[in-house]
């Protein structure tokens, strides 16, 4: 059965995280009172886990990766930390074979995935 999991982070720049095998990131956040936080849709019935790369990069600070390596790496969210008027934003850094689109957060309900995908302007 499929159920939608929250995986706290630290608030460091580099970071691997243990989800179940398959487990799909739909994005990140913080919560109020906690640190930065992802969910994921997970198998409730994959009882193996797996490594995943997390990058925290806060905006306007420099960061030492290289800037080709953003190819491989998937844009899980931005959040604000409004006490000290700070924004990060949260990556995945993908294995080297894995396709990006393989990984890609699912498009909410109301976004068809055509639509920013397509060439041609959507009216």
Same mark, same amino acid.
Not at 11 to 18: A, E, L, M, N
Not at 45 to 52: A, F, H, M
Not at 85 to 100: A, I, Q, R, T
């Given at each position: !059965? =499929? =159920?939608? !999991?929250?995986?706290?982070?630290? $608030? ?11 487990? $799909? ?16 849709? &997970?198998? @409730?019935? $994959? ?7 997390? /990058?925290? !990069?806060?905006? +306007? ?11 491989? !790496? &998937?844009? /899980? +969210? ?6 000290? +008027? =700070? ?8 294995? @080297? ?21 397509? =060439?041609?302007?959507?009216?």
């Amino acid at each position: !059965m =499929k =159920k939608v !999991m929250q995986y706290e982070l630290a $608030q460091i720049t580099r970071q691997t995280t243990k989800l179940p095998v398959g487990a $799909q990131i739909l994005g990140a956040d913080v919560r109020s009172g906690s640190g930065p936080t992802i969910w994921a849709v &997970i198998d @409730d019935d $994959q009882n193996k886990v797996e490594d995943r790369n997390i /990058l925290i !990069m806060q905006t +306007g600070v420099p960061v030492d990766v290289p800037l080709g390596s953003f190819k491989k !790496m &998937i844009h /899980l +969210g931005t959040y604000h930390e409004n006490a000290f +008027g =700070k924004s990060f934003s949260v990556f995945e850094e993908l294995p @080297d074979g894995h396709f990006p689109e393989s990984r890609l957060p699912a498009p909410s309900a109301s976004v068809n995935i055509t639509d920013f995908r397509s =060439k041609d302007p959507v009216v």
